[in-house]
């Protein structure tokens, strides 16, 4: 187009403070998270103590700097602002956590899933050898074989000699007679 309007975008009627500032929600997750852990410290909380300790004496002591014209409001002022800043980062690192806490329980599902599915499959290899153990000739079996082997090898020699013992008897009988 002439005027140098392309015709992939949108228009849009006024731009928005979204469009002029692009946050990495990884980086204010990080920064949320930074902020709750500092909050959740003992170094916070002597800090906080030390500066509430120094502006009630400041404003109940030097009442001349008067800098708080009605005493404690801008302190109380300041822990509202605070509060209204801490409980959204806080609630922000909160859900960031139970994100990884989500995917942390899907990993160890998979991973059980993976155990088990292992285990059953260790398990039926396991029944598969007992079984092909049970198969398997024990001493006993092959001595009864060798056993049985011997007689029916015993027998036959016995029916082999008296077979041949009867053709001799019959050959002898007909070479007298």
Not at 28 to 38: D, L, N, Q, S, T
Not at 43 to 64: D, E, G, P
Request: net charge positive.
């Amino acid at each position: 187009m002439a005027d140098g309007r392309r015709l992939d975008v949108p228009r849009g009627s006024a731009r928005s403070l979204g469009s002029y500032l692009r946050l990495d929600p990884d980086a204010v997750g990080r920064f949320a998270e930074g902020i709750a852990r500092f909050l959740g410290t003992g170094r916070f909380l002597a800090v906080q103590t030390v500066v509430v300790i120094v502006w009630i004496a400041l404003n109940v002591l030097a009442v001349r700097l008067q800098w708080d014209p009605y005493p404690f409001i801008l302190l109380n002022l300041a822990f509202s602002t605070q509060a209204a800043y801490a409980a959204p980062l806080i609630l922000l690192a909160q859900n960031r956590q139970a994100d990884r806490d989500r995917v942390q329980a899907e990993e160890d599902r998979a991973r059980a899933a993976q155990t088990r599915a292992d285990t059953e499959y260790l398990a039926r290899e396991l029944a598969a050898l007992r079984v092909a153990i049970g198969e398997l000739a024990t001493r006993d079996f092959i001595r009864g074989e060798l056993s049985r082997l011997t007689e029916e090898s015993a027998e036959d020699v016995e029916r082999r000699e008296r077979k041949a013992r009867k053709k001799r008897e019959a050959a002898a009988r007909d070479a007298t007679g």
